[in-house]
DNA sequence: CATTGTGAACTCATTCACAGCG
DNA sequence: CGCTGTGAATGAGTTCACAATG
């Protein structure tokens, strides 16, 4: 592996992509797979993916194009997916239960371990993957004793910093956060943010202006 | 209003994000806030928060700040948000559901007025909103009669780009994609995905490299 | 006189163009 | 010969620094 020049954001949001498209391309027989293929389908620019897997390796062979399953495996271990994550969900309402019956999420290795509410009616109930809902109050020494690394925010906004900062006080690094509010934490914890309404508001201004920004 | 020059895209997002703090700076009850505080709320440089708002016209006083009440109207208007939205939505799964059910969307004039399945178990039954589930197959008409003009796809992965075309041949020029596979449109066609697992991916990346982007 | 608005400087990201190589 | 890998060129986006001003 070569020198970590300074990767940009935007090629890991890429390598994602690339890796999804992988598989599909893998489920529909192919074996191999160029850099203009690959780009057409994420529609990007065919020097775009090159450059994108050039900061992490030599993965092609010229003249010919990369391996579509070996290919799966460089990025599988550039993100660190080549393995299991346990997450803890927060907020047992429609978006929590929905996230923890995501089909896709379990079999790429995001097993969702752990449900927490502060609703007294909800904890202790079972959820339909068969989770036992906890009460937010043990969230500290359950993500101690369940290993996990990556914490999921879908409470109302209003719980959303408080349910932050008891992760952080865990140790979990990694938050994702379906509440409109951004919260505030340290910089040894990563946040991204999924908010349906910011991505509405782009759409409206796009159409607003007619134009494909 | 000035010269409209390029405006970047990510600057639309955090048009998005200033609002939703105004929002809570309303509620608390300022009445004037600084590019300097605005900034500090939403992460960002006071530059960048001067230069966002510098692309569509001048909103503050000198010596003084911005109208917390008057720059969210701004906003409102440069993002086409001060009127309402009609929104149609596909797969009434756990997350198409969940979807529907936000509160957030509807006061902030996104409205969910039709929900579509392609499961006869599901057509005809009633949403917990009181939408009257319809088959996929009467979209075309339904979003004619309803002036929806945005496109939600809640489906697994397999219906995704089917649905997709169904809304760009319904004149639906904007889908917000929840599902993990790129759909293909025209350039008329405006889409926004929402990808859970490349989020996570993003997450498991930092963790590993241990380091905040 | 504190804070906005903005050209200029800078940093970061994408695309080009071609050398390198199976 | 075709496609990858990459330095160099271009382009986009952010931050600086300060003049403008209510």
Redesign the pocket.
Known sequence: M?KTT??????IT?LSIYYRQLELLEFDGYRM??????AWLCQ???????????YF??????????DVIDLQGQIKKILAVNRDWNLAVTGIGNLGSAFMERQNLSWRGFKCVAAFDNDPRKIGQTTPSGLKIKDIKDLDWVVDELDIEIGVIATPPSAAQGVADLFVDSRVNAILNFSPTRIQVPDCCMVENIDFTVRLDILTYKLNHEIG?
């Open positions: 070569k300074k990767v940009p954001k935007a090629t890429r797979v160029s850099s203009e293929k690959l990007v620019n065919p020097a775009q993916v090159r450059k994108d897997l050039g390796g030599e993965f092609g062979v010229r003249g010919v194009g990369y920004i």
